[in-house]
T-cell receptor, first 110, second 112 residues
């Protein structure tokens, strides 16, 4: 059984550009959450998707948007990138209590 | 904002020693979870303890929870070099797959 997968593993963008990150959940998991982890910090919750709807959202601007597909996979989109968006972006999938994390996408904004 | 706060921020021990990390949080919780992260990559789930539980064991791991003090501890016994990683506590405030709120983590170095 494959775990949570994310693509790409690394990404370099320039300020003002847009980026799309992708996540495939564990088999049978219907809920996907996205987190941002800045260097030296703990992960911060961005939003959560369930049944293709955004169910909960953290304190992130509207530049951060997402989508969940019928197969439960998910995308995170960030528009108008800022230098401060440089971070590790983690996707987690869950069915009940435990959230299982993918390896993350490291985004560098220059 | 960070709900949990781990202590110490960094810990260095010899292989074979025990490592203890503490976590304090601010509000009532449904459960508390510990995760490990190697070299800034994905988080690995270690153990979950519910608010009505006081202690749980998993292999060399022992977790305690004191809801009156809003604190938890993670004990790793007989540490190995492979235990070198960052350890995070995360709280789930409500039941039903709600978002996790993480602390800043403890960086553990186990020296062979």
């Amino acid at each position: 059984d494959a775990g949570v997968t994310q693509s790409p593993t690394h990404l370099i963008k320039t300020r003002g550009q847009q980026v799309t990150l992708r996540c495939s959940p564990k088999s049978g998991h219907d809920t996907v959450s996205w987190y941002q982890q800045a260097l030296g910090q703990g992960p911060q919750f961005i939003f959560q998707y369930y049944e293709e709807e955004e169910r909960q959202r953290g304190n992130f601007p509207d530049r951060f948007s997402g989508h969940q597909f019928p197969n439960y996979s998910s995308e995170l989109n960030v528009n108008a990138l800022l230098l401060g968006d440089s971070a590790l972006y983690l996707c987690a999938s869950s069915y009940e209590e435990t959230q299982y994390f993918g390896p993350g996408t490291r985004l560098l904004v220059l | 904002s960070q709900q949990g706060e781990e202590d110490p921020q960094a810990l260095s021990i010899q292989e074979g020693e025990n490592a203890t990390m503490n976590c304090s949080y601010k509000t009532s919780i449904n459960n508390l979870q510990w995760y490990r992260q190697n070299s800034g990559r994905g988080l690995v789930h270690l153990i979950l303890i519910r608010s009505n539980e006081r202690e749980k064991h998993s292999g060399r791991l022992r977790v305690t929870l004191d809801t009156s003090k809003k604190s938890s501890s993670l004990l790793i016994t007989a540490s190995r070099a492979a235990d070198t990683a960052s350890y995070f506590c995360a709280t789930e405030l409500y039941s039903g797959n709600t978002p996790l709120v993480f602390g800043k983590g403890t960086r553990l170095s186990v020296i062979a």
